[in-house]
């Protein structure tokens, strides 16, 4: 396949939210082109069913595709999503809770001063640098308010969501099929190549011979077109990033619905509790090289207090890397299929779009070049090691010290990426952490205010000086009238379960 005029068919191997992802945007990209896309679906494996989670990158999804969140929302138990908040991961007083924010257009106001007493903490100043007290999202989170702004508030806020993963395939799924997308459900065994090494056909359990142009494979860890047929090399994160299990379980949703994703730290690393219209999701991602899966089940019923409860856990184990070229030949990986970074930011869903939505723009423009696909891996790559150092960055700055889990993980500095290790340089010698990510040109894929709100949130900071000059009566006053002004901008928005049950009524 040399041109786009070339190519007559695109076969989508696996029906997770990948490939449905994958099919919605290609068939929307290749709509006036009269390409047939037919998505492959095993009916004997099932999908993941986890990652509950979004970053804001899913309403712009949603957005591109015409599709009101007034239609998808309450089909899949969704409810929104204003940040997360990290418990438990600084010892240091003060610091043992911060709330990772997504950005709202108040923040041109607020950040400024955010990062000026950032700056201020670092060289020794008592002034107040959390980042919650910095950002509206972090009050909306704090009363449980949805981040839709009254009509007269003129401001917007970015937002994700949080859905019930199987309903959000379903619902995907079921819109892909009105867009003209095929579905076959078949098992695939293997896939067979031409005398050019590219991928001609996949052949069924039962025989059947499919064959397309070009193959998207979204078939999960299985990684079955991309590692198993084309033997591409994978690059894993675990020098830094030792998580490789996780176990999910539901509890009932209370009375009030948070509106934000809550990270706790455990002994072996992490427990999510993620807030849908009819439960809440709850895992616990661990290192199976510190505790066992007994070991890790047993503290989160313990967390959850359901010790003696009869409800089953899902066990998963997650592979944490990529692979060194997403577009290999005439097949490009989507989703799982293509790496993992353990879900802490919740930024699966979010490569995934970027990776499909970004092959989208080098098919429409008909470059199926060397360079084009030296050019796309290379994009995709920096993505997902860019996302990796910022998951990194919260192992690296922890302060436990509990087990030798938290021990590990803050130690070996030097194992980090040099982009990382340039960030954290940076910032403790108190010099401009914006300036660095500028030039890095790293803000693509963690903006300026998450970095701060991380390294500021962990509490890495050097002792309070009594010879910094002190400013802080300065600081404290402006601190406070920007208190105020983000409680009175809070007024413009409605309780999260209300704004809800509303929306699910129509
Ligand atoms: C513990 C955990 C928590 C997560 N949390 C988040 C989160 O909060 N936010 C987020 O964005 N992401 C999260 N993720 C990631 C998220 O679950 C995935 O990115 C997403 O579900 C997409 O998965 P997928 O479609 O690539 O794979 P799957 O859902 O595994 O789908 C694979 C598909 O391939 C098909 N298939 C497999 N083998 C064959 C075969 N031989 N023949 C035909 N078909 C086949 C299967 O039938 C299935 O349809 C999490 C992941 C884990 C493990």
């Known amino acids: 396949m040399n041109s786009l005029h070339e190519l007559k068919k695109i076969a989508i191997v696996g029906g997770g939210s990948a490939g449905w992802m994958s099919a919605m945007i290609l068939a929307d990209t290749l709509k006036e082109k009269n390409i047939e896309i037919e998505l492959l679906e095993s009916p004997i494996v099932g999908v993941i069913g986890v990652g509950e989670g979004s970053t804001p990158a899913l309403k712009r999804f949603f957005d591109s595709l015409q599709i009101p969140e007034s239609e998808w929302m309450p089909e899949c138990n969704a409810t929104y999503k204003c940040g997360i908040t990290f418990d438990g991961w600084s010892t240091k007083p003060g610091f043992t809770s911060y709330f990772h924010q997504f950005a709202s257009m108040v923040d041109n106001i607020t950040q400024p001063l955010f990062i000026s007493n950032v700056h201020a903490r670092l060289q020794g100043m008592d002034v107040n640098a959390k980042p919650n007290d910095y950002f509206l999202t972090s009050v909306l989170v704090e009363k449980n308010l949805a981040p839709i702004p009254s009509e007269n508030f003129p401001f917007t806020t970015s937002y994700g969501y949080h859905f019930d993963a199987t309903l959000l395939g379903r619902f995907l799924q079921k819109k892909a099929l009105e867009r003209g997308v095929r579905f076959t459900p078949c098992h695939i ?13 996949v052949i069924t359990r039962d025989g059947l011979r499919i064959t397309a142009d070009l193959f998207v494979d979204c078939s999960g860890f299985s990684s079955l077109l991309i590692e198993k047929t084309l033997k591409t090399p994978f690059v894993n994160y675990t020098d830094n990033l030792y998580n490789d299990s996780a176990i999910a379980l539901p509890t009932e949703i209370g009375s009030v619905i948070p509106s934000q994703t809550l990270s706790t730290a455990m002994k072996f690393g992490w427990a999510w509790k993620i807030p849908l219209t009819n439960r809440f999701g709850n895992g616990y991602v661990y290192s199976s090289q510190f505790c066992s899966s007994d070991e890790a089940e047993t503290e989160l ?3 959850l207090g359901l010790l003696d409860a009869d409800v089953s856990p899902r066990h998963l184990k997650m592979k944490v890397g990529r692979v060194e070229k997403h577009w290999n ?8 299929s293509q790496g993992f970074l353990e879900p802490l930011e919740a930024t699966a869903l979010y490569l995934t779009q970027m990776t499909i939505a970004i092959f989208a723009l080098f098919l429409e423009r008909g470059d199926y070049s060397e360079q084009a696909r030296a050019a796309y891996n290379n994009e995709i790559n920096n993505f997902f090691d860019g996302h990796r ?54 803000e693509r894929y963690y903006p300026i205010g998450s970095w701060y709100a991380l390294m500021a949130g962990m509490g890495i900071f050097p002792e309070v000086s009594t010879s910094a000059s002190d400013m802080s009566s300065v600081h404290a006053g402006q601190g406070a009238q920007m208190k105020d002004f983000l409680q009175r901008c ?9 704004v809800l049950e509303q929306a699910a009524q129509g």
């Open 189 to 201: 065994e293997h896939a067979s190549l031409n005398e050019h090494g590219d991928i001609d056909a």
């Open 329 to 336: 030949k005439n097949c490009v990986a989507v989703g799982l």
């Open 490 to 498: 809070a007024l413009n928005y409605r309780d999260h379960r209300t």
């Open 301 to 303: 019923r313990e967390k």
């Open 389 to 442: 150092d910022y998951i990194v960055a919260h192992y690296k700055t922890n302060s436990r010290t509990d087990t030798e889990f938290w021990k590990v993980n803050a130690r070996n500095l030097d194992r980090v990426s040099e982009s990382l290790g340039r960030l954290f340089e940076v910032w403790l010698h108190g010099k401009d952490l914006s300036a660095e990510i500028r030039r890095q040109d790293i």
